[in-house]
């Protein structure tokens, strides 16, 4: 008989999550964890069943753009996928945006949340990006909105009912660039009633199916830059369904997120009414900015927990040379450092979870809120760089079936690569790590922690662990306290800066949880896990050459030698 392999199977994305279920059982007092488990084996069953069917069967469709109807009536309907439809339900009714917002979770209404998306957007197509715009205009509006404007959106946003909830886009990138959103030419234009017409093009909108959206734009007499923004609350269709002044000049042709509507819009006289003033819109836009970050982390340690489960799975099943590739030394010395960087990266995440939970509970203290201004970009940035590095190795675990389409893992590598660069790319973020260390003097209370976390250690090899991740932060604290004057030089080591600022807490974070599972479960995995990691280093300071020498490079330009 000829040979065919099987492929890889998914196990129950909760019940065989032995990291996700460690820490529920530390981080979770026994009522609320009781609760939370059957919330997420709930859902657990459909991302890992009906919605990962679905979402295998329809692999092959795409979001489509509509501009016209047969009578020649402009109408820009996008039809979505049939993931995407099923997926908006289940997200509504799973609370994946109300749930921090139903104050009976208290501060664990966050991490709950952000387990519940970690089980979810890896079968979901990247519907998690439009539930990320939600939860940040949802934060923004409760933040920032008057009573008037805030009251309907944030009830139809955190909505369990599929029938009344609303998504939310995040209208910020124009054809000027997309990080320096300072430029934008967008023009708000006083119309009746205090509200705004909105004229321009926004180049590049990942939620373009919502029901609403916040978005920057240039009141008249705004000065130049950021400053002069004011950020616009705006529904995308009237009251009789037809477009609030919006055109879909095309859907994006992008690498990733394929199932993703992501649209160029023309605003062509949108009503749209201000949030919060007519001037620092950024500033305003801030909270959600954290919250989608987060999000972002989330779904890089989600994208590398599906890749692993299945590389694993598969391992267990190709035979080659003799034995399964789950019993070749290499091939799970492979395994195990993706599965290293993949704990780390989780216990990085979810304290910041459980940080913007105390915050929004009312339980931080002002070291907690610097220490959060701090952390989301460098959660952030860390494990967007895991997720690509780790689902590339995971491509590599399946031989060429990792490189064929049908198998549906490429897109595993085409969709994290968008990680690293939504919501702010590895660079800008390293810069605002920066502007946080200097202007917020966030990098003490970042120092605290990183100690907090590694003395709770007491295994004599965990200890040793702990050390490297307190010498690593404390070295890159005199890295940037002795080049305090020399502007350009900082901004040059400002990747390496921030990596090791997140490695090293991302260390400390799973040494404190290798510890507790050593003394409460008995179980050295998570303890093999941080000793792995911490083998693979968490400086990424690099003493690096001259910025004489960064231009020759960087820029091709000649350097003159002797």
């Known amino acids: 008989m000829p040979f065919f392999q099987d492929p890889p199977r998914l196990g129950h994305p909760l019940y065989e999550d032995r990291v996700l279920r460690s820490y529920l059982a530390r981080a979770f007092p026994d009522e609320p964890r009781g609760e939370a488990i059957e919330q997420l084996a709930a859902l657990g069953d459909l991302a890992g069943g009906k919605l990962y069917d679905l979402m295998i069967e329809d692999r092959a469709s795409e979001p489509r753009l509509v501009q016209w109807d047969a009578w020649g009536r402009r109408v820009d309907r996008i039809e979505l996928t049939r993931v995407w439809q099923e997926a908006r339900r289940l997200a509504c009714e799973h609370g994946l945006v109300a749930t921090p917002y139903e104050t009976r979770h208290g501060e664990l209404g966050r991490p709950l949340q952000a387990a519940l998306v970690y089980l979810f957007h890896p079968s979901s197509d990247t519907y998690t990006c439009p539930l990320a715009m939600s939860d940040g205009a949802a934060k923004t509006l409760l933040v920032h909105g008057q ?101 879909v000049n095309r859907l994006k042709d992008k690498l990733g997120t394929r199932k993703l509507p992501t649209a160029e819009l023309t605003l062509d006289g949108a009503v749209a009414v201000p949030v919060a003033g007519l001037s620092d819109g950024i500033r305003t836009i801030a909270p959600m900015l954290n919250v989608t970050r987060l999000w972002n982390s989330v779904c890089a340690i989600s994208t590398m927990r599906r890749g692993l489960s299945l590389a694993r799975d598969f391992a267990r099943r190709r035979f080659a040379f003799g034995s399964t590739l789950a019993e070749r030394p290499l091939h799970l010395e492979t395994l195990a450092g993706l599965q290293a960087e993949f704990e780390a990266a989780f216990h990085l995440v979810f304290l910041t979870a459980e940080l913007l939970g105390q915050e929004e509970a009312g339980i931080a203290d002002d070291d907690d809120h610097r220490l959060l201004r701090l952390l989301t970009p460098l959660c952030k940035l860390t494990t967007g760089k895991q997720a690509v590095a780790v689902t590339s190795e995971i491509l590599e675990a399946f031989g060429g079936a990792g490189y064929v389409e049908d198998t549906g893992l490429p897109t595993l590598l085409r969709d994290a690569q968008v990680l690293t660069i939504w919501e702010g790319t590895t660079n800008v973020l390293s ?14 209370p970042l120092l605290a922690r990183v100690r907090a976390l590694a003395g709770e250690a007491r295994d004599a090899a965990l200890v040793d662990a702990s050390r490297q991740a307190i010498a690593a ?24 800066f921030a990596l090791t600022l997140g490695r090293s807490l991302e260390l400390a974070a799973l040494v404190r949880h290798a510890q507790w599972s050593i003394e409460n479960e008995r179980d050295g995995r998570a303890r093999a896990a941080a000793l792995r990691f911490a083998r693979h280093g968490v400086d990424r300071l690099d003493a690096g050459g001259s910025l004489g020498e960064a231009r020759a490079l960087g820029d091709d330009q000649p350097l003159p030698v002797g």
């Open 431 to 444: 810069l605002d790590a920066l502007r946080a260390v200097a202007r917020e003097g966030a990098l003490p």
């Open 147 to 247: 009573k008037a404007l805030r009251d309907r959106p944030l009830a139809r946003l955190t909505s369990r009912d599929p029938e009344s909830a609303w998504t939310s886009g995040q209208w910020m990138t124009e054809r000027t660039g997309g990080s320096d959103v300072g430029l934008s030419e967008t023009e708000a234009r006083p119309a009746e009633d205090g509200r705004f017409r909105l004229h321009g093009t926004k180049w590049f909108t990942s939620a373009a199916t919502s029901e609403m959206a916040l978005t920057l734009a240039r009141p008249p007499q705004g000065p130049p830059g950021g400053r002069g923004l004011a950020l616009f609350y705006l529904e995308t269709r009237d009251a009789a369904g037809q477009p609030n002044g919006i055109l």
């Open 473 to 496: 932060a404390d070295r890159a604290a005199s890295w940037v306290g002795e080049r305090g004057g020399e502007p350009a030089a900082v901004e040059a080591g400002a990747r390496g």
